[in-house]
C-alpha cells in the first residue's frame, strides 16, 4: 500500500507543472488587458500605463514572466489580486469555507439518497419503481442547472414565500466568522435562531447542487448493486440463512461500493471547485463567484493562483478517494 | 477393486428401512422468458435418508442444479416454483414462510458450490464470513465462535487455522476456497449437505483431496449428501444411489453398484460407455451420445430421449414413459418403456475397468 501511495504522490509533480503552465498560458491568450480594465472608463496615461505594466511586471518577455511566477509559487507565493491587492491565498482561505460548506451539505444530501435510491432500483428491477427512479435520475442529470434553480426559487422564494433567494444569512445578524463555516460559527456564537437562518439559507443552493451528483451516484449504484447481485457470493449469503436486508446491505452493498466511491469521490471535487452557476444565482459569497469574476477582470494572478489552488483541492480528493478505495477493497490492501 | 467393495459395504448399511431425511415430490420449475414459460424441471422426485449420499447426474441443462436451488429456496426470477414439495426433517420447506425456511438454511441444510472462488465474498475475511453464519444459527459469545471457527478451519484440513481466518478469499488458492466453503456448510452440523459441483472447477488432484474430505465428514457427522455431478467416475466413489436426470426430467434411480452392473435406461447405459476406460487408448474412438440433449423449451411429446436412443420403438415417440419402480426390487425406478436387461447387458468388463 505505501508503494501504491507513494506512486500516486509522485505524480502530483508533473500534474502541478502543467497546472502552472497551462492557467498561466491561457489566462494570457485571452483577448483584454489587466490595466485597461482596472482603469475603467477614464482611461489611462501613457505613462500611467507603462508605470502599471512594470509594477505588476506585465513589460517583462513572457518566459522571463513564467519564470518568476515559478519562482514565487514554489515559495508559496501565489502573488496579489490585480484589482485588489489582496494576497490570493487570502482571499482564497476566506471565500473557500463558503464554498466547502455548501459543497459539502450537497454531496452528503446527494449520498444519503442516491444510495438507497440505486440500492432499490436494483433490487426492484424492471419494475415501476425502478422505472421511476431511473426517470427522476434521467431527468436531474439533462436539467440545465441555472434553469433548475431558476425554477426553485420561483416557486418557493417568490411564490410560496418559504426559503431566502439568495445569500448565506440574513443581515440581521452579526456572526464573527472563525471557522467560516456558517453553521459551526453561529453555534460558537451560541446563535440558535441564525442557526436555523443559516440552514434556511442552504437548502435551495445544496438542493440544486446536488442535483446532478444525486442522479450519478443513483444510476452508479443501481448499475453496480445490479452487477453484483449477479455473483455466486450472494447466492452463498442467501444459502447461509441471512435475511434479504443482510444479503443486500451487508453483502452486496460492500462490494457495489467500490465504482461508487470513485464517482463519490469525483463528484465531491467537483462541488468543490465551485459551483459557478449555484453560487451566482444564489449569490453565494464562494470561489465560484470569485473565479468567474477574476477571470472577468482579466486578474492574472487570482485566476492562475485560484485554478491552482482547486486543482490541488482535486489532488486531495482524489487522494482520499484512493485511501478509502484501499480500506474497502481488500485485494488492494494486500499488495506487496 | 477395493473401492468397488466400499461402495457395495456403504450400500447394504443404508435405506433397511428408510426414514426419509429429505423427499422431494414433484418439483417442476419454470423459466420465464419473453413472456414464454420455460420448463426446466418437471415433475422431479428423489429422497435421501440420513447418512446417505445421493449423486445427481446429467448433462449441463438436466436440470440437476435447478432442483438443487429449488430445494434450498433460492430459485429467483426469472424462474418460477411452479409445484411440488421438499420434505425435509418433516416439513415441507416450500410451503415454509420464507423467515422460517431461513431458519433451517445454513444450519440443518446448507449447500456448497461449483465455483469456490466467486461463491466467497471478496470483501470479508474468511474469519468474518464462517463466524457469520454460526452468528446466525448458534448461541455462542466472540471468543466461543472464533474457537468454533478454528475447529472448523481444522476439520476441513488446513494447516495453519489461525492464519486462514485472516486470510481474504483472493489470497486463497481454488481448493482452498471450496475447503472453506465446506467448513461454512458444515459449521452448524447439518443433516444434508448440497454440494453442486464441487469438484468440477478444480485440478484432478484437488479434485480428489476435496472428495475424500466431502465423504469422511458425511461418514463422520452421518450426514446425507446431495452430490451433484456430471462426472460418473466420480458417482462411482462416493455415492451410495444415484439419481440420473435428462432434460428436466429424472430417468432412472438406481443403488450405485446395480447402476454400474446393470443400467436400466438407454440413457444411463449410453453415459456409462462414454466413460473413457482403461482399454480406451487401443485405437478406439471413445463413446458419444449421437445428436444433442433438447434445448430448453422445445420439450415435445413422447419420451425426451427418443431421437437419441439406440433402443426406441414407435410408441417412444407419441407416449411418454413414467418413472416406474422395478418390479423385481422396489428400490430402483426407471422411466422407460422398455427398460434393459441382462440379457442386453454389455456392461460389466466396463464397471471393472472404470473402478479398477
Known amino acids: 500500500m505505501p508503494q501504491h501511495l507513494l506512486h500516486r504522490l509522485l505524480l502530483v509533480i508533473p500534474t502541478f507543472f502543467g497546472i502552472v503552465a497551462l492557467t498561466f498560458l491561457l489566462i494570457r491568450l485571452a483577448p483584454g488587458d489587466p490595466i485597461l480594465l482596472i482603469a475603467g472608463e477614464h482611461g489611462v496615461s501613457a505613462e500611467r500605463y507603462a508605470e502599471l505594466q512594470q509594477q505588476f511586471g506585465f513589460d517583462q518577455p513572457l518566459f522571463i514572466q513564467f519564470a518568476d511566477y515559478l519562482w514565487q509559487v514554489l515559495n508559496g507565493n501565489l502573488g496579489r489580486s490585480v484589482v485588489t491587492q489582496t494576497p490570493v491565498l487570502e482571499e482564497f482561505s476566506n471565500l473557500f469555507p463558503a464554498t466547502l460548506e455548501l459543497a459539502l451539505i450537497a454531496i452528503i444530501l446527494a449520498v444519503l439518497i442516491a444510495i438507497p435510491a440505486g440500492v ?8 415501476i419503481i425502478d422505472h421511476s427512479i431511473t426517470a427522476v435520475s ?40 472563525v471557522t467560516g463555516f456558517m453553521l459551526i460559527d453561529t453555534l460558537i456564537a451560541g446563535d440558535k435562531d441564525a442557526f436555523f437562518d443559516a440552514v434556511h439559507h442552504l437548502i435551495l443552493p445544496a438542493i440544486v447542487l446536488a442535483t446532478i451528483p444525486l442522479a450519478v451516484i443513483t ?16 447466492r452463498t449469503a442467501r444459502a447461509k440463512g441471512l435475511s434479504e436486508f443482510s444479503v443486500i446491505f451487508k453483502h452486496a452493498l460492500r462490494n457495489a461500493l467500490i465504482p461508487v466511491i470513485t464517482v463519490i469521490g469525483l463528484q465531491t471535487s467537483i462541488l468543490m471547485t465551485g459551483a459557478i452557476l449555484t453560487e451566482t444565482i444564489f449569490s453565494w459569497p464562494g470561489i465560484g463567484k470569485w473565479l468567474l469574476e477574476a477571470v472577468y477582470r482579466r486578474d492574472y494572478p487570482v485566476v492562475q493562483g485560484g485554478v491552482l489552488l482547486i486543482a490541488g483541492l482535486v489532488i486531495l480528493v482524489n487522494t482520499v478517494v484512493d485511501l478509502l478505495y484501499v480500506l474497502i477493497n481488500p485485494s488492494l490492501r494486500q499488495q506487496k | 477393486m477395493s473401492n468397488e467393495s466400499s461402495v457395495m459395504s456403504r450400500q447394504s ?61 433460492l430459485i429467483r426470477k426469472p424462474g418460477i416454483l411452479r409445484s411440488g414439495m421438499v420434505k425435509f426433517d418433516g416439513k415441507d420447506l416450500l410451503a415454509l414462510s420464507s423467515r ?36 446466525l444459527h448458534e448461541n455462542l459469545n466472540h471468543a466461543q465462535r472464533h474457537n468454533r471457527a478454528l475447529d472448523l478451519i ?51 488432484t484437488v479434485q480428489a483431496q476435496i472428495l475424500d474430505l466431502l465423504r469422511s465428514l458425511q461418514q463422520k457427522n452421518n450426514m446425507g449428501m446431495i452430490f451433484i455431478t456430471h462426472d460418473l467416475s ?32 438407454p440413457y444411463t447405459e449410453a453415459l456409462l460407455k462414454s466413460l473413457p476406460t482403461k482399454n480406451s487408448y487401443k485405437n478406439k474412438r471413445l463413446y458419444s451420445i449421437k ?9 415435445l411429446s413422447g419420451c425426451r430421449f427418443y431421437s437419441r436412443c439406440n433402443y426406441a420403438k414407435n410408441n417412444c415417440r407419441e407416449e411418454s414413459p413414467k418413472l416406474i419402480n422395478d418390479l423385481q426390487s422396489n428400490y430402483r425406478a426407471v422411466r422407460c418403456f422398455y427398460p434393459l436387461t441382462n440379457a442386453t447387458n454389455h456392461m460389466l468388463d466396463l464397471f471393472d475397468d472404470s473402478l479398477a
Open chain 1, 120 to 127: 432499490l432500483a436494483a433490487v426492484k428491477r424492471n419494475t
Open chain 1, 138 to 177: 434521467l431527468v436531474g442529470y439533462s436539467m440545465p442547472i441555472f434553469w433548475w434553480a431558476l425554477l426553485l426559487i420561483l416557486l418557493f422564494s417568490v411564490n410560496l414565500g418559504w426559503m431566502p433567494v439568495a445569500g448565506r444569512l440574513n443581515f440581521i445578524y452579526d456572526i464573527e466568522s
Open chain 1, 219 to 234: 444510476r452508479m449504484t443501481r448499475s453496480a448493486m445490479l452487477e453484483v447481485l449477479k455473483q455466486d457470493y450472494i
Open chain 2, 13 to 73: 448399511s443404508v435405506r433397511k428401512n428408510p426414514p426419509f431425511l429429505l423427499k422431494v415430490k414433484n418439483l417442476s420449475v419454470d423459466f420465464r422468458s419473453h413472456g414464454k414459460s420455460i420448463s426446466a424441471v418437471e415433475s422431479v422426485n428423489y429422497d435421501a435418508c440420513a447418512g446417505e449420499t445421493v449423486a445427481v447426474v446429467g448433462e449441463s441443462g438436466s436440470g440437476k442444479s435447478v432442483t438443487a436451488l429449488a430445494i434450498m429456496g
Open chain 2, 100 to 135: 422460517q425456511r431461513r431458519k433451517y438454511m445454513g444450519r440443518n441444510l446448507s449447500m456448497i458450490f461449483q465455483e469456490p472462488a466467486t461463491s466467497l465474498n471478496p470483501s470479508f475475511s474468511i474469519g468474518q464470513q464462517i463466524t457469520e453464519v454460526l452468528k
Open chain 2, 154 to 204: 481444522n476439520e476441513v484440513g488446513i494447516s495453519d487455522p489461525v492464519k486462514c481466518l485472516k486470510l481474504w478469499p483472493h489470497q486463497l488458492s481454488g481448493g482452498m476456497n471450496q475447503r472453506v466453503m465446506i467448513a461454512m456448510a458444515i459449521s452448524c452440523n447439518p443433516s444434508l449437505l448440497i454440494a453442486d459441483e464441487p469438484t468440477t472447477a478444480l485440478d484432478v
Open chain 2, 234 to 265: 466420480v458417482v462411482s466413489n462416493i455415492a451410495h444411489r444415484v439419481v440420473v436426470m435428462y432434460a428436466g426430467q429424472v430417468v432412472e434411480n438406481c443403488p450405485t453398484t446395480e447402476l454400474f452392473q446393470q443400467p436400466q435406461h
Open chain 2, 291 to 299: 445428436g444433442s440433449p433438447p434445448k430448453a423449451g422445445e420439450r
